[in-house]
């Protein structure tokens, strides 16, 4: 009977701390998405909220700092007041400077959404990412403790997968994939490591491990598009013509921090940006991607290499293709050349 009553109460202890977490998740979304409001309208939102499953109608004062006190305890959020305009998140420029706690507290207001509107899930769609919750905790938790892991990893480009030691130094997703940058045992320089499929298995080792003094990771993909990086390709100026009823959605979304946009020559027909980065594979793929209603202008290296690109595309649906002299293209096995 003892062994139950503490079992209830250990369950009972966890599920009021679940509540506790979804009520502070729950309050910096509310603030974070008025930007400033005041105490009484965070307490009418409060009596409407599925959270309130003891029908309050109001949000107890005491209660409210308890929670800001708690929040800033565990997020690092400092909830502050405005007399005149209200409530606000004092520290949002840091959180957008910080991308896990902005990726974080995006994460979290998009669950507290999804909580609220349980009736509505069937309607709001997700794109999937293969296998990275199963790997993503014990690479997080080897980070956070200087561990080495040891995975086992099954290259798309090797029959066999491989076993060994590695030291992670970073994380990033692009394309709904999640890949880690680690040095392996045996490497000179740190790799990426996808975790899909590829990744067959992962442990955390008793084996410490040092980030290098040096390294930053916003720095280590600064030059890059995506995730593949090395000394194949060497940063410099690209730039693209984009037809104009494209114009809004570069602006809107830059395809890289380096994106300006060359206003003295652009015109009422099209819009010219500049990037700096390495026109790395990733690179030309996404240029690849937005069809017709992007040129490449320069560098004429990886001008010529998109060019080739769309021949063997336009070949492959038996449609001619001719270079600036009227010369056509030719599929010569895995050469494509002029005649």
């Known amino acids: 009977m003892a ?22 998740v729950w309050l910096i979304d509310v603030i974070n998405r ?3 409001i005041s105490f009484k ?7 409407r909220s599925p959270l309130n499953t003891v029908g309050e109608n109001y949000l107890p004062e005491r209660t409210f700092h308890n929670h800001r006190e ?4 565990t997020f690092g959020i400092e909830i502050k007041c ?8 004092a520290n949002s420029d840091d959180l957008e400077a910080d991308g896990i706690r902005q990726w974080l507290l995006e994460s979290l207001s998009m669950n507290n959404l999804l909580n609220e509107t349980k009736d509505m899930r069937d309607r709001i769609l997700f794109e999937k990412i293969p296998s990275s919750q199963k790997w993503l905790p014990v690479i997080v938790n080897a980070m956070r403790d200087g561990k080495q892991i040891e995975m086992t ?8 997968p491989c076993t060994y030691k590695a030291k992670p130094y970073c994380l990033k997703l692009f394309k709904q994939r999640w890949y880690m940058l680690a040095k392996s045992e045996g490497k000179d320089e740190p790799r990426i490591y996808a975790l899909d499929e590829r990744m067959i298995n992962v442990v955390q080792t008793d084996q410490d491990y040092k980030l290098p003094a040096k390294f930053n990771a916003e720095k280590f993909f600064a030059e890059y598009f995506g995730i593949i990086v090395g000394t194949d390709w060497e940063p410099q100026t690209v730039k693209i013509r984009v037809a104009k009823d494209q114009e809004k959605y570069f602006d809107t979304l830059p395809l890289h921090d380096s994106q300006k946009k060359v206003e003295e020559e652009s015109d009422e027909s099209y819009s010219i940006y500049r990037y700096h980065l390495a026109p790395t594979f990733d690179f030309k793929q996404e240029l690849l991607s937005r069809g017709p209603a992007v040129e490449v202008l320069e560098p004429k290296d990886f001008r010529e290499e998109i060019m080739d690109d769309i021949a063997k595309m336009a070949s492959r649906y038996m449609m001619p293709v001719t270079n600036e002299d009227g010369i056509p293209y030719i599929d010569d096995e895995d050469e494509w050349k002029y005649l």
């Open 34 to 36: 008025h930007g400033h």
């Open 82 to 89: 405005d007399r005149s305009l209200g409530y606000y998140i």
């Open 41 to 47: 309208d965070i307490s009418y939102l409060w009596s």
């Open 3 to 24: 062994v139950f009553i503490l079992i209830f109460a250990e369950l009972e202890e966890s599920i009021m701390a679940k509540n506790y977490f979804d009520r502070y």
């Open 153 to 160: 990893y099954q290259s798309f480009w090797k029959d066999e």
């Open 70 to 73: 708690a929040i800033f305890d």
